[in-house]
């Protein structure tokens, strides 16, 4: 029989209940009051230029649409018609003059306005009708666009985005600003990964710093071997070996490398130095970026070399390589995860291909890298069933940080940190009255 949920009980300073991860009850609460409270990330702008330009995607177990209307401002509307509930498009991406419901064919123009009702005179004396309220599609109730990141909001009340945001804003800012013309867009289609366990598997590992010398052995090490004998340690490797080759670096490496949390579960890890701080420098690049921003603010763009910023709950972004991931719940032991390359406008293809390469070596269904998290996840999922101790430790350097800007704090690369507030995000949304 399944215990009566107390959250409260569930979250420890040091450590979490299993139940987490495993019962269905608490993946039901977090969809109602994470995900369909918190900011979400929908969509880059650059997915919808044009007006009439839309992209299909969810928040939480929402199906919403992200579109750019005629007076140019993206909207997030619920994807669904008014009248008797169809979805207005599928799993699909494109340009609308107007969404027109395949079942009775009510039209609507890109902002959510009725436009057509057949047969309207039926409805006369009723609240239907063109220009009222209940005959348009619903929007959301809040959207904020920071520098091209759009997100989503299901709920009237709640901090705005910049602030709730805090200090991770930063990592979207040096993303942008690596741009030589302070844009980016979404290129190409995207890697959607399936894996069978909870979502807070694959939000934990992006900051754990203790796994990737030891998980990584069959990819990382390999590759760095197998280079190492093939063109000996002193030659230049080419980008599949720069890229793959830090998962296996030491321990001191990744805790040079330090983390920082802050409020509302966000937080990153990396600094000055991360796997992306030896890449190969691209002379044709730095040319363009001293011309945009001056030598010094070039080097205080690429000083930055963040290696996961994790947006909580939904969005995780590399800046020094210009990729983001998307975390898609479906149940307690299934999550979706897509993974998206941007372009740096203005910036040369080359760098736009080492990007792609990376999320092929890491990010996509078929990469290297990504099985050994994946296979890491589901041991995880399969074990905590398991009748067997009921807390997941969190106890590394615990109060042992130091305060951040923004109301943050820092701490080694191996310390626990992240998960820690991770989880005291996680007690605060989940224990929300509804």
Known sequence: MTEPLDVASLVRPDSVHRRLYTDPAIFDLEMQRIFERAWIF???????????????????????????????????????????????????????RHFR?????????????????????????????????????????????????????????????????????????????????????VTGGVFRYLHDSNWKFFVENLNDMMHPMVTHNSSSLTARRVADKALGKDARMPSAIEILSPFTNSYSFFDEMGLHAYP???????????????YSGIPAYDALMTEAYGEERMKEIYSVNRHNTVVYPSLTLKGAIQTIRVVRPIAVDKTLVESWVLRLKGAPEELLQRSILYCNLINSSFNLVGPDDAEAYRRQQLGLMTEANDWVSMHRYLGQETPADHGGRTAIGSSDLAFRNQYAAWAQYMSAED
Request: glycine share 16%; hydrophobic share 35%; net charge negative.
């Open 42 to 96: 929908v969509g880059h702008d650059s997915q919808v230029p044009e007006a009439g330009d839309y992209y299909h995607t969810t928040i939480g177990r929402q199906s919403v649409i992200m579109v750019r209307g005629a007076d140019g401002q993206v909207r997030v509307l619920y994807n669904r018609c008014p009248h008797k509930g169809a979805q207005l498009v599928g799993d699909t991406s494109g340009n609308a």
């Open 264 to 278: 509302y579960g966000h937080g990153y890890s990396g600094g000055q130095v991360s796997i992306h701080s030896a």
């Open 101 to 185: 419901c395949l079942y009775h064919g009510w039209v609507f123009d890109t902002e959510g306005r009725n436009k057509v009702i057949p047969l309207e005179k039926g409805y006369d004396g009723s609240p239907i009708g063109k220009g009222k309220p209940c005959a348009d599609m619903d929007a959301v109730a809040r959207v904020g666009n920071y520098r091209g990141f759009v997100f989503a909001s299901l709920a009237k009340d709640g901090p705005a985005l910049e602030a709730w945001l805090g200090g991770v804003a930063s990592s979207i800012d040096n993303m942008v600003d690596r741009s030589p013309e302070g844009a980016l867009e």
